[in-house]
């Protein structure tokens, strides 16, 4: 649990006791590849953290395609966020890509966090802001940018993502067909 301990340090001030009081409600799980870790049709309660690994957010449309909306990778919280607030039924599948380990936060957990921790509702605003700016930079670049800008800066956010995940998952979050990918991987190649 140090890893989560050093993450809510950095975004609030908080102690060790109060975060060993927080933390005493979380498991660590570790996943396979592959797993689901949360899935449509079902209130999702719990928010993960994760230690190891990355962690895909996808949607399957009307027609069965598997659309890839996020990666989470290593310190970062993880869920249907909207879903999770509102006790509403998930849309989203959260799938691992490679071996992963998690903390397990339940919603007991979340909700005492709020009420407890002296900057507990604090955390909870400055993730929610995150993934706020994030779908707000996510949704421009989709319609602003390119799909060459969208490859060359998937780096910035996903570091090393392409070394750890599938080129059609890949090519899914940037929108673009693995045909599409292939030639601006290959047209990036000649240009060294």
Known sequence: MEQIKQVMKQLINVSDIELNKF?????????????ILSQPNVVPNEIFFINKGIIRVLITDNEGAEHTIHFALENQFIADYSNFIQKQNSIYS???LEETQVVI???????????????????????????????????????IRTPKQRYDSITEVF????????QHMIASYLGITPIHLSRLKKAELEKL
């Open 105 to 143: 936060l339940p919603r007991s957990t979340i909700e005492w966090g709020y009420k407890n921790l002296i900057e507990g509702e604090k955390m909870g605003r400055l993730i929610a802001e995150y993934y706020f700016i994030y779908q707000d930079h996510r949704i421009k670049n989709m319609y």
């Open 23 to 35: 933390l005493s409600g979380a498991a660590t799980k570790k996943f396979k590849r592959q797993e």
């Open 94 to 96: 959260l799938q691992t």
């Open 159 to 166: 570091p090393n993502i392409h070394n750890r995940v599938p």
